[in-house]
Each structure stands twice: as C-alpha cells, then as structure tokens.
Nanobody, 125 residues
C-alpha cells in the first residue's frame, strides 16, 4: 500500500511559477512509475506528466510540454512538478498517482493504482 500526499498548490498570477510536491509512504516507492493529473471544474481528469521508476524517462501532455517538468527523488520518496509560465487554463486540482504495474512512464489514468487527495492550483489573469 502506498499513500500519496500532494502539497505546493496555491494562487499565482498569469506567467508565474509553482512547484508541486508529492510525498509517498512505503519502502517500494522507487519501484513505481509516477504521474501527475489535473481536473478543472466541470471537466474530466486529464494526464499532465509521468516519470519512470528511476527518473530517467519522462512524458508530458502537449499542453504543458516545455513549461512543466516532472522529477523525483527516490531517497526522499518524493515526486515534483515544476510549473513555469502558468496560464489561467492551468487552473485545476492536481493529483499525484503511482502505478505498481509499470516502471515506464504511464499516461493512462486507469493504469494507476494509488492516488493522492489533490492540491488546488489557481492561475489568475
């Protein structure tokens, strides 16, 4: 069992930056691929970024490519999402997820086994 806790969300102006954190419990964290998803009000949850077990491979949604960076520190059981050049359309609840099945980056929501509670990101225009 893995428990995930996100933090780092908040209110930021258009063009600003935020760094999200996802702290994971459990000794097997380093064997899981991890991902970030987001859900805007009234919309379905969507893939944002994913990273493999070692941090050597990443994958991004087209909408965030070049602006967001996913990374991980297995010694700290933490995954990060650095978000730069934020836009109002990035406003959403951001969720961290872990998959015990795959070690490569995974973009499909149903492939993830564990989810955090989410952290709100609001970008004002």
């Amino acid at each position: 069992q893995v428990q995930l806790v996100e933090s780092g969300g908040g209110l930021v102006q258009d063009g600003g930056s935020l760094r999200l954190y996802c702290a994971a419990s459990g000794r097997t964290f380093s064997s899981y691929a991890m991902g970030w998803f987001r859900q805007a009000p009234g919309k379905e949850r969507k893939f944002v970024a994913a990273i493999n077990w070692s941090g050597s491979s990443t994958y991004y949604a087209d909408s965030v490519k070049g602006r967001f960076t996913i990374s991980r520190d297995n010694a700290k059981n933490t995954v990060y999402l650095q978000m730069n050049s934020l836009k109002p359309e990035d406003t959403a609840v951001y969720y961290c997820a872990a998959t015990r099945t795959f070690r490569a980056p995974v973009m499909l929501e149903y492939e993830y086994d564990y989810w955090g509670q989410g952290t709100q990101v609001t970008v004002s225009s």
